[in-house]
Protein backbone atom coordinates (compact mmCIF):
# COMPACT_ATOMS: atom_id res chain seq x y z
CA UNK A 1 0.00 0.00 0.00
CA UNK A 2 2.66 2.33 1.32
CA UNK A 3 4.60 1.76 -2.33
CA UNK A 4 1.67 2.07 -4.54
CA UNK A 5 1.37 5.94 -2.97
CA UNK A 6 4.33 6.76 -3.33
CA UNK A 7 4.35 5.74 -6.94
CA UNK A 8 1.14 7.68 -7.24
CA UNK A 9 2.79 10.86 -5.23
CA UNK A 10 5.99 10.57 -8.13
CA UNK A 11 3.41 10.43 -10.69
CA UNK A 12 1.49 13.35 -9.68
CA UNK A 13 4.60 15.67 -9.07
CA UNK A 14 5.70 14.43 -12.90
CA UNK A 15 2.16 15.75 -13.85
CA UNK A 16 2.91 19.22 -11.75
CA UNK A 17 6.44 19.30 -13.54
CA UNK A 18 4.41 18.67 -17.23
CA UNK A 19 2.35 21.49 -15.91
CA UNK A 20 5.13 23.88 -15.41
CA UNK A 21 6.91 22.94 -18.72
CA UNK A 22 5.17 25.24 -21.33
CA UNK A 23 4.48 28.30 -19.12
CA UNK A 24 8.10 28.32 -17.86
CA UNK A 25 9.17 27.87 -21.30
CA UNK A 26 7.46 30.94 -22.69
CA UNK A 27 8.61 32.97 -20.04
CA UNK A 28 11.86 32.44 -20.52
CA UNK A 29 11.48 33.12 -24.24
CA UNK A 30 9.82 36.21 -23.60
CA UNK A 31 13.06 37.21 -21.20
CA UNK A 32 15.26 36.14 -24.02
CA UNK A 33 13.60 38.62 -26.40
CA UNK A 34 13.40 41.60 -23.78
CA UNK A 35 16.69 40.80 -22.87
CA UNK A 36 17.87 40.95 -26.75
CA UNK A 37 15.49 44.31 -27.64
CA UNK A 38 17.34 45.91 -24.95
CA UNK A 39 21.11 44.81 -25.77
CA UNK A 40 19.97 45.73 -29.36
CA UNK A 41 18.60 49.41 -28.35
CA UNK A 42 22.12 50.03 -26.21
CA UNK A 43 23.83 49.04 -29.52
CA UNK A 44 21.90 51.47 -31.31
CA UNK A 45 22.52 54.24 -28.82
CA UNK A 46 26.17 53.58 -28.64
CA UNK A 47 26.14 53.56 -32.55
CA UNK A 48 24.50 57.18 -32.26
CA UNK A 49 26.79 58.46 -29.38
CA UNK A 50 30.32 57.21 -31.64
CA UNK A 51 28.62 58.80 -34.83
CA UNK A 52 27.81 62.33 -33.21
CA UNK A 53 31.22 61.82 -31.11
CA UNK A 54 33.79 61.67 -34.11
CA UNK A 55 32.92 64.42 -36.70
CA UNK A 56 35.71 66.35 -36.64
CA UNK A 57 35.48 70.39 -36.54
CA UNK A 58 35.61 69.94 -40.66
CA UNK A 59 32.80 68.26 -40.25
CA UNK A 60 34.17 65.13 -41.64
CA UNK A 61 34.10 61.80 -39.64
CA UNK A 62 37.34 61.02 -37.85
CA UNK A 63 38.97 57.41 -36.88
CA UNK A 64 39.21 56.80 -32.86
CA UNK A 65 41.30 54.03 -32.08
CA UNK A 66 41.36 53.21 -28.27
CA UNK A 67 43.29 51.61 -26.07
CA UNK A 68 42.27 50.19 -23.16
CA UNK A 69 44.91 50.60 -20.11
CA UNK A 70 44.06 50.89 -16.58
CA UNK A 71 47.90 50.81 -15.62
CA UNK A 72 49.19 53.21 -18.17
CA UNK A 73 51.22 55.23 -15.84
CA UNK A 74 53.10 51.94 -14.69
CA UNK A 75 56.68 51.86 -15.40
CA UNK A 76 56.79 47.71 -16.64
CA UNK A 77 57.25 46.66 -19.87
CA UNK A 78 53.17 46.25 -21.07
CA UNK A 79 53.41 50.25 -20.86
CA UNK A 80 56.47 50.42 -22.89
CA UNK A 81 54.07 48.39 -25.58
CA UNK A 82 51.66 50.87 -25.29
CA UNK A 83 53.57 53.94 -25.85
CA UNK A 84 55.52 52.32 -29.06
CA UNK A 85 52.23 51.31 -30.59
CA UNK A 86 50.21 54.44 -29.91
CA UNK A 87 53.82 55.81 -31.85
CA UNK A 88 53.68 53.72 -34.92
CA UNK A 89 50.03 54.76 -35.31
CA UNK A 90 50.38 57.96 -35.18
CA UNK A 91 53.10 57.87 -37.30
CA UNK A 92 50.92 55.62 -40.23
CA UNK A 93 47.41 57.50 -38.87
CA UNK A 94 48.09 61.01 -38.16
CA UNK A 95 44.76 61.91 -38.52
CA UNK A 96 42.83 59.64 -36.24
CA UNK A 97 41.66 60.26 -32.82
CA UNK A 98 43.72 58.62 -30.40
CA UNK A 99 42.43 57.33 -26.77
CA UNK A 100 43.60 55.80 -23.46
CA UNK A 101 41.11 54.40 -21.12
CA UNK A 102 42.98 54.19 -17.83
CA UNK A 103 42.47 54.29 -13.81
CA UNK A 104 45.50 56.36 -13.04
CA UNK A 105 43.01 59.19 -11.88
CA UNK A 106 45.14 60.86 -9.51
CA UNK A 107 47.59 62.44 -12.35
CA UNK A 108 46.88 64.38 -15.25
CA UNK A 109 47.22 63.38 -19.03
CA UNK A 110 50.31 65.78 -18.96
CA UNK A 111 52.25 63.85 -16.35
CA UNK A 112 51.47 60.50 -17.59
CA UNK A 113 53.19 61.50 -21.04
CA UNK A 114 56.10 63.18 -19.21
CA UNK A 115 56.44 60.03 -17.19
CA UNK A 116 56.28 57.20 -20.20
CA UNK A 117 59.23 60.26 -21.98
CA UNK A 118 60.94 59.61 -18.05
CA UNK A 119 60.97 56.23 -18.04
CA UNK A 120 61.17 54.78 -21.27
CA UNK A 121 62.51 57.52 -23.07
CA UNK A 122 59.15 57.99 -25.65
CA UNK A 123 57.50 61.18 -27.24
CA UNK A 124 54.20 60.65 -28.78
CA UNK A 125 54.04 62.88 -32.60
CA UNK A 126 50.65 64.25 -31.35
CA UNK A 127 48.92 64.41 -27.92
CA UNK A 128 46.32 61.67 -27.07
CA UNK A 129 43.08 61.98 -25.13
CA UNK A 130 42.83 59.74 -21.92
CA UNK A 131 39.52 59.09 -20.63
CA UNK A 132 39.95 58.49 -16.53
CA UNK A 133 37.65 54.90 -15.21
CA UNK A 134 36.75 55.89 -11.28
CA UNK A 135 36.57 52.03 -11.12
CA UNK A 136 39.58 50.79 -11.48
CA UNK A 137 39.67 48.88 -7.98
CA UNK A 138 37.08 46.70 -9.80
CA UNK A 139 40.11 44.84 -10.86
CA UNK A 140 42.56 45.15 -7.81
CA UNK A 141 43.63 41.53 -7.00
CA UNK A 142 43.13 42.47 -3.55
CA UNK A 143 39.52 43.29 -3.79
CA UNK A 144 39.09 39.10 -4.01
CA UNK A 145 41.07 37.13 -2.14
CA UNK A 146 39.52 33.93 -3.20
CA UNK A 147 38.33 33.61 -6.78
CA UNK A 148 40.29 36.41 -7.91
CA UNK A 149 40.48 35.42 -11.65
CA UNK A 150 36.87 35.54 -12.07
CA UNK A 151 36.48 38.33 -9.83
CA UNK A 152 39.11 40.61 -11.46
CA UNK A 153 37.65 39.07 -15.19
CA UNK A 154 34.11 40.30 -13.87
CA UNK A 155 35.08 43.35 -12.62
CA UNK A 156 36.57 44.29 -15.49
CA UNK A 157 33.50 43.81 -17.67
CA UNK A 158 32.09 46.91 -15.42
CA UNK A 159 35.41 49.25 -15.84
CA UNK A 160 34.52 48.16 -19.77
CA UNK A 161 31.00 49.42 -19.37
CA UNK A 162 32.26 52.59 -17.41
CA UNK A 163 34.58 53.07 -20.69
CA UNK A 164 32.20 53.09 -23.53
CA UNK A 165 29.71 54.77 -21.87
CA UNK A 166 32.42 57.94 -22.08
CA UNK A 167 33.67 57.03 -25.18
CA UNK A 168 32.88 54.70 -28.34
CA UNK A 169 35.56 54.16 -30.65
CA UNK A 170 35.91 52.60 -34.07
CA UNK A 171 39.23 50.20 -32.93
CA UNK A 172 39.38 48.67 -29.82
CA UNK A 173 42.63 47.40 -28.12
CA UNK A 174 43.06 45.77 -25.41
CA UNK A 175 46.80 46.11 -24.47
CA UNK A 176 46.71 44.87 -20.80
CA UNK A 177 44.91 40.79 -21.15
CA UNK A 178 41.67 42.26 -20.15
CA UNK A 179 39.83 39.96 -22.83
CA UNK A 180 36.48 39.69 -20.65
CA UNK A 181 35.97 43.25 -22.46
CA UNK A 182 36.25 42.62 -25.64
CA UNK A 183 33.09 41.43 -26.25
CA UNK A 184 30.80 44.33 -24.67
CA UNK A 185 33.03 46.64 -27.09
CA UNK A 186 32.65 44.22 -30.56
CA UNK A 187 29.07 43.11 -30.11
CA UNK A 188 27.50 46.27 -27.87
CA UNK A 189 30.05 49.08 -29.23
CA UNK A 190 30.13 47.52 -33.11
CA UNK A 191 33.82 48.14 -32.70
CA UNK A 192 36.50 46.63 -34.60
CA UNK A 193 38.39 44.94 -31.47
CA UNK A 194 42.07 43.59 -31.03
CA UNK A 195 44.27 42.16 -28.49
CA UNK A 196 47.77 42.26 -27.14
CA UNK A 197 48.31 39.50 -24.40
CA UNK A 198 51.64 39.49 -22.62
CA UNK A 199 50.10 36.80 -20.55
CA UNK A 200 47.36 34.31 -20.69
CA UNK A 201 44.74 35.23 -17.47
CA UNK A 202 44.44 31.26 -17.21
CA UNK A 203 47.06 28.81 -19.03
CA UNK A 204 47.96 24.99 -19.17
CA UNK A 205 50.35 26.08 -16.80
CA UNK A 206 48.24 26.54 -14.23
CA UNK A 207 46.37 23.79 -14.25
CA UNK A 208 48.81 21.61 -14.34
CA UNK A 209 50.21 23.22 -11.03
CA UNK A 210 46.49 22.99 -9.28
CA UNK A 211 46.31 19.15 -10.35
CA UNK A 212 49.54 18.40 -9.80
CA UNK A 213 48.89 19.85 -5.51
CA UNK A 214 52.05 22.02 -6.07
CA UNK A 215 52.00 25.10 -3.69
CA UNK A 216 52.50 28.33 -5.94
CA UNK A 217 51.51 32.45 -5.62
CA UNK A 218 48.43 31.31 -7.28
CA UNK A 219 47.75 28.40 -5.12
CA UNK A 220 47.88 28.47 -1.51
CA UNK A 221 48.92 25.45 0.68
CA UNK A 222 46.02 24.88 2.26
CA UNK A 223 44.37 24.13 -0.77
CA UNK A 224 47.05 21.89 -1.78
CA UNK A 225 46.51 19.69 0.98
CA UNK A 226 43.27 18.87 0.64
CA UNK A 227 42.63 16.72 -2.39
CA UNK A 228 38.53 17.51 -2.79
CA UNK A 229 39.74 21.66 -2.40
CA UNK A 230 42.10 20.92 -5.22
CA UNK A 231 39.64 19.32 -7.31
CA UNK A 232 37.00 21.87 -6.87
CA UNK A 233 39.94 24.32 -8.06
CA UNK A 234 40.62 22.38 -10.76
CA UNK A 235 36.90 22.69 -11.50
CA UNK A 236 36.85 26.25 -11.31
CA UNK A 237 40.11 26.73 -13.31
CA UNK A 238 38.48 24.49 -16.29
CA UNK A 239 35.10 26.37 -16.26
CA UNK A 240 37.33 29.83 -16.62
CA UNK A 241 39.66 28.77 -19.15
CA UNK A 242 36.38 27.76 -21.38
CA UNK A 243 34.85 30.73 -20.95
CA UNK A 244 38.05 32.87 -21.45
CA UNK A 245 38.90 31.14 -24.65
CA UNK A 246 34.98 32.18 -26.08
CA UNK A 247 35.34 35.69 -24.81
CA UNK A 248 38.84 35.91 -26.73
CA UNK A 249 37.75 34.23 -29.58
CA UNK A 250 35.85 37.24 -30.31
CA UNK A 251 39.05 39.12 -30.96
CA UNK A 252 39.52 40.26 -34.65
CA UNK A 253 43.25 40.46 -34.60
CA UNK A 254 45.34 38.56 -31.64
CA UNK A 255 49.07 39.34 -31.07
CA UNK A 256 51.07 38.08 -28.49
CA UNK A 257 54.36 38.65 -26.88
CA UNK A 258 56.52 35.31 -27.41
CA UNK A 259 56.27 31.89 -28.54
CA UNK A 260 55.41 30.73 -25.43
CA UNK A 261 51.79 32.35 -24.97
CA UNK A 262 51.58 31.59 -28.58
CA UNK A 263 51.20 28.31 -27.67
CA UNK A 264 48.70 29.08 -24.97
CA UNK A 265 46.39 31.38 -26.96
CA UNK A 266 46.00 29.06 -29.36
CA UNK A 267 44.78 26.48 -27.02
CA UNK A 268 42.93 28.39 -25.43
CA UNK A 269 41.18 30.90 -28.07
CA UNK A 270 41.67 28.55 -31.37
CA UNK A 271 42.08 31.89 -33.47
CA UNK A 272 44.95 30.51 -35.40
CA UNK A 273 44.07 32.29 -38.38
CA UNK A 274 44.16 36.22 -36.76
CA UNK A 275 46.75 35.43 -34.11
CA UNK A 276 50.36 36.69 -34.49
CA UNK A 277 53.50 36.98 -32.61
CA UNK A 278 54.76 40.57 -32.34
CA UNK A 279 57.54 41.07 -29.71
CA UNK A 280 57.65 43.68 -27.01
CA UNK A 281 59.54 46.84 -28.18
CA UNK A 282 62.79 46.71 -26.50
CA UNK A 283 65.16 50.13 -26.66
CA UNK A 284 67.38 48.16 -27.74
CA UNK A 285 69.60 50.83 -29.40
CA UNK A 286 69.57 52.95 -26.23
CA UNK A 287 71.55 50.08 -24.28
CA UNK A 288 73.83 49.17 -27.08
CA UNK A 289 75.30 52.58 -27.17
CA UNK A 290 76.81 51.72 -24.35
CA UNK A 291 80.52 50.83 -24.69
CA UNK A 292 81.89 47.45 -23.59
CA UNK A 293 85.04 48.67 -22.33
CA UNK A 294 83.62 50.72 -20.20
CA UNK A 295 82.16 48.21 -18.30
CA UNK A 296 83.58 47.39 -14.54
CA UNK A 297 84.72 50.88 -14.03
CA UNK A 298 84.28 50.40 -10.31
CA UNK A 299 85.88 47.64 -7.65
CA UNK A 300 82.91 45.78 -7.37
CA UNK A 301 80.53 43.64 -9.23
CA UNK A 302 77.03 44.58 -9.60
CA UNK A 303 73.98 42.14 -9.95
CA UNK A 304 70.83 44.30 -11.50
CA UNK A 305 66.95 43.03 -11.33
CA UNK A 306 64.96 44.90 -13.34
CA UNK A 307 61.38 43.98 -13.11
CA UNK A 308 58.39 45.52 -10.86
CA UNK A 309 57.19 44.75 -7.95
CA UNK A 310 54.85 41.75 -8.38
CA UNK A 311 54.26 38.72 -6.86
CA UNK A 312 55.26 36.36 -9.73
CA UNK A 313 58.06 38.56 -10.41
CA UNK A 314 60.17 36.41 -7.41
CA UNK A 315 62.49 38.72 -6.33
CA UNK A 316 62.23 36.73 -3.13
CA UNK A 317 63.99 34.08 -4.95
CA UNK A 318 66.77 36.75 -5.79
CA UNK A 319 67.90 38.00 -2.76
CA UNK A 320 67.99 34.17 -0.95
CA UNK A 321 70.46 32.88 -3.82
CA UNK A 322 72.26 36.28 -3.27
CA UNK A 323 72.99 35.32 0.38
CA UNK A 324 74.16 31.73 -0.85
CA UNK A 325 76.25 33.12 -3.42
CA UNK A 326 77.88 35.21 -0.62
CA UNK A 327 78.40 32.51 1.71
CA UNK A 328 80.12 30.22 -1.01
CA UNK A 329 83.72 30.16 -0.64
CA UNK A 330 84.21 30.77 -4.10
CA UNK A 331 83.76 34.37 -3.60
CA UNK A 332 86.00 35.20 -1.00
CA UNK A 333 88.30 36.13 -3.39
CA UNK A 334 86.41 38.37 -5.72
CA UNK A 335 86.30 41.91 -5.01
CA UNK A 336 82.57 43.18 -3.14
CA UNK A 337 79.28 42.04 -4.40
CA UNK A 338 75.61 44.26 -4.41
CA UNK A 339 72.38 43.37 -5.75
CA UNK A 340 70.53 46.09 -6.57
CA UNK A 341 67.05 45.42 -7.28
CA UNK A 342 65.44 47.99 -9.93
CA UNK A 343 61.31 48.14 -10.41
CA UNK A 344 58.04 50.06 -10.28
CA UNK A 345 55.60 50.05 -7.68
CA UNK A 346 51.99 50.11 -9.17
CA UNK A 347 50.35 50.17 -5.46
CA UNK A 348 50.21 50.03 -2.03
CA UNK A 349 50.68 46.34 -2.09
CA UNK A 350 53.55 46.59 -4.60
CA UNK A 351 54.97 49.16 -1.27
CA UNK A 352 54.49 46.62 1.24
CA UNK A 353 56.31 44.05 -1.07
CA UNK A 354 58.98 46.12 -0.88
CA UNK A 355 59.31 46.07 2.41
CA UNK A 356 58.81 42.63 2.68
CA UNK A 357 61.89 41.91 0.61
CA UNK A 358 63.61 44.71 2.54
CA UNK A 359 62.65 42.59 5.71
CA UNK A 360 64.05 39.13 4.31
CA UNK A 361 67.37 40.86 3.16
CA UNK A 362 67.34 41.85 7.23
CA UNK A 363 67.03 37.91 8.27
CA UNK A 364 69.19 36.62 5.90
CA UNK A 365 71.95 39.33 7.19
CA UNK A 366 72.77 40.52 3.40
CA UNK A 367 70.85 43.99 4.03
CA UNK A 368 74.44 45.99 3.48
CA UNK A 369 74.54 44.66 0.29
CA UNK A 370 71.01 44.87 -1.45
CA UNK A 371 69.98 47.89 -2.78
CA UNK A 372 66.48 48.51 -3.75
CA UNK A 373 65.52 51.42 -6.22
CA UNK A 374 61.71 52.17 -7.05
CA UNK A 375 60.52 54.08 -9.81
CA UNK A 376 63.80 55.41 -11.12
CA UNK A 377 64.26 57.50 -13.89
CA UNK A 378 65.41 55.92 -17.35
CA UNK A 379 69.28 57.67 -17.01
CA UNK A 380 69.73 56.18 -14.11
CA UNK A 381 68.16 52.57 -15.22
CA UNK A 382 70.61 52.97 -17.78
CA UNK A 383 73.76 53.69 -15.50
CA UNK A 384 73.34 50.54 -13.48
CA UNK A 385 72.86 48.29 -16.60
CA UNK A 386 76.04 50.15 -17.57
CA UNK A 387 78.20 48.78 -14.18
CA UNK A 388 76.15 45.50 -14.16
CA UNK A 389 78.21 42.38 -14.39
CA UNK A 390 75.03 39.87 -14.20
CA UNK A 391 71.38 40.84 -15.14
CA UNK A 392 68.85 38.54 -13.09
CA UNK A 393 65.56 37.45 -13.47
CA UNK A 394 63.52 34.73 -11.87
CA UNK A 395 60.07 34.80 -12.76
CA UNK A 396 58.36 31.30 -13.58
CA UNK A 397 57.03 31.08 -16.92
CA UNK A 398 57.41 34.90 -17.49
CA UNK A 399 55.63 35.83 -20.91
CA UNK A 400 58.71 37.63 -22.74
CA UNK A 401 61.11 39.42 -20.68
CA UNK A 402 61.80 43.18 -21.98
CA UNK A 403 64.20 43.04 -18.89
CA UNK A 404 66.43 40.16 -19.79
CA UNK A 405 66.73 41.79 -23.63
CA UNK A 406 67.50 45.42 -22.07
CA UNK A 407 69.79 43.69 -19.51
CA UNK A 408 71.54 41.96 -22.44
CA UNK A 409 71.88 44.68 -24.77
CA UNK A 410 73.47 46.54 -21.86
CA UNK A 411 76.17 44.06 -22.01
CA UNK A 412 75.40 42.46 -18.70
CA UNK A 413 75.08 38.65 -18.84
CA UNK A 414 71.72 37.60 -17.93
CA UNK A 415 70.55 34.81 -15.60
CA UNK A 416 66.90 34.03 -16.54
CA UNK A 417 64.57 31.64 -14.99
CA UNK A 418 64.65 28.39 -17.39
CA UNK A 419 60.58 28.74 -18.51
CA UNK A 420 58.44 31.01 -21.09
CA UNK A 421 59.68 33.56 -23.16
CA UNK A 422 63.66 33.56 -21.87
CA UNK A 423 64.53 30.17 -22.42
CA UNK A 424 62.49 29.90 -25.84
CA UNK A 425 62.88 33.50 -27.85
CA UNK A 426 65.81 35.57 -25.61
CA UNK A 427 68.25 33.03 -24.04
CA UNK A 428 69.16 31.00 -27.03
CA UNK A 429 72.08 30.61 -29.03
CA UNK A 430 73.65 32.88 -31.42
CA UNK A 431 75.54 32.05 -34.19
CA UNK A 432 75.93 28.83 -32.09
CA UNK A 433 77.23 30.62 -29.17
CA UNK A 434 76.32 31.29 -25.62
CA UNK A 435 74.22 34.29 -24.91
CA UNK A 436 73.38 33.97 -21.00
CA UNK A 437 72.42 31.41 -18.60
CA UNK A 438 69.28 29.85 -17.37
CA UNK A 439 68.62 28.55 -13.39
CA UNK A 440 65.64 27.51 -11.62
CA UNK A 441 66.63 26.81 -7.75
CA UNK A 442 68.40 29.35 -4.99
CA UNK A 443 71.10 26.66 -5.18
CA UNK A 444 70.82 26.66 -9.20
CA UNK A 445 71.25 30.97 -9.33
CA UNK A 446 73.68 31.18 -6.66
CA UNK A 447 76.27 28.34 -8.47
CA UNK A 448 75.54 29.78 -11.94
CA UNK A 449 76.02 33.35 -9.98
CA UNK A 450 79.72 31.94 -8.73
CA UNK A 451 80.12 30.31 -12.09
CA UNK A 452 80.04 33.69 -13.82
CA UNK A 453 82.03 35.60 -11.68
CA UNK A 454 84.40 32.85 -11.51
CA UNK A 455 85.10 33.60 -15.77
CA UNK A 456 87.86 35.35 -17.22
CA UNK A 457 87.07 38.91 -18.61
CA UNK A 458 87.63 37.89 -21.77
CA UNK A 459 85.11 34.71 -21.68
CA UNK A 460 82.78 37.03 -20.16
CA UNK A 461 83.22 39.64 -22.79
CA UNK A 462 82.69 37.36 -25.87
CA UNK A 463 79.51 36.11 -24.40
CA UNK A 464 78.21 39.87 -23.59
CA UNK A 465 78.86 40.47 -27.47
CA UNK A 466 76.78 37.49 -28.69
CA UNK A 467 74.16 38.01 -26.30
CA UNK A 468 74.40 42.27 -27.80
CA UNK A 469 74.41 40.76 -31.74
CA UNK A 470 71.31 38.70 -30.61
CA UNK A 471 68.57 41.46 -29.80
CA UNK A 472 68.16 43.40 -32.62
CA UNK A 473 64.94 41.12 -33.56
CA UNK A 474 63.33 43.08 -30.17
CA UNK A 475 64.09 46.39 -31.58
CA UNK A 476 61.23 49.29 -31.53
CA UNK A 477 61.64 49.46 -35.09
CA UNK A 478 61.32 45.65 -35.79
CA UNK A 479 58.15 46.18 -33.38
CA UNK A 480 56.55 48.81 -35.67
CA UNK A 481 56.54 46.93 -38.65
CA UNK A 482 55.32 43.68 -37.41
CA UNK A 483 52.50 45.68 -35.19
CA UNK A 484 51.50 47.66 -38.25
CA UNK A 485 51.38 44.78 -40.17
CA UNK A 486 49.33 42.37 -38.16
CA UNK A 487 46.23 45.52 -36.91
CA UNK A 488 46.08 46.37 -40.74
CA UNK A 489 43.21 43.99 -40.95
CA UNK A 490 40.86 46.23 -37.99
CA UNK A 491 41.69 49.82 -40.83
CA UNK A 492 39.97 47.81 -43.76
Same mark, same amino acid.
Given at each position: ????????????????????? =??????? +???????? &?????????????????S?????????????? %?????????????????????????????????????????Q???? #??? *????? *??????????????????????P????????????????????????? &???????????L? @??????????????????????????? $??????????????????????????????????????????????N????L? %???????????????????????? @????? %?? $??????????????? *????????????FA??????????????? =??? &??????????????? @???LS?D??????????????????????????? #?????????????????????? &??????? +??????????????????????????????? %????????? *?????N?A???????????????? @?????????
Open positions: MAATERVWCLCELLRFFNSLF =LPGLIVC +GTLCLCLV &IILWRIRVLLQRKKNSAVGKNGKNKMVIAFF %HPYCNAGGGGERVLWCALRALQKKYPTAVYVVYTGDVNVSSQIQE #GAF *RRFNI *RLIHPVKFVFLRKRYLVEDSLYHFTLLGQSLGSIFLGWEALMQCVPD &IYIDSMGYAFTP @LFKYLGSCRVGSYVHYPTISTDMLSVV $KNQNVGFNNAAFITKNPFLSKVKLIYYYLFASIYGLVGSCSDVVMVSSWTN %HILSLWKVGHCTNIVYPPCDVQTF @LDIPL %HE $KKMTPRHLLVSVAQF *RPEKNHALQIRAKLLNKKETESLPSLK =LVL &IGGCRNQDDELRVNQ @LRKELGVQEDVEFKINIPFDELKNYLSEATI #GLHTMWNEHFGIGVVECMAAGT &IILAHNS +GGPKLDIVVPHGGEVTGFLAESEDGYAETMA %HILSMSAEK *RLQIRSRASVSRFSDQEFEVTF @LSSVEKLFK
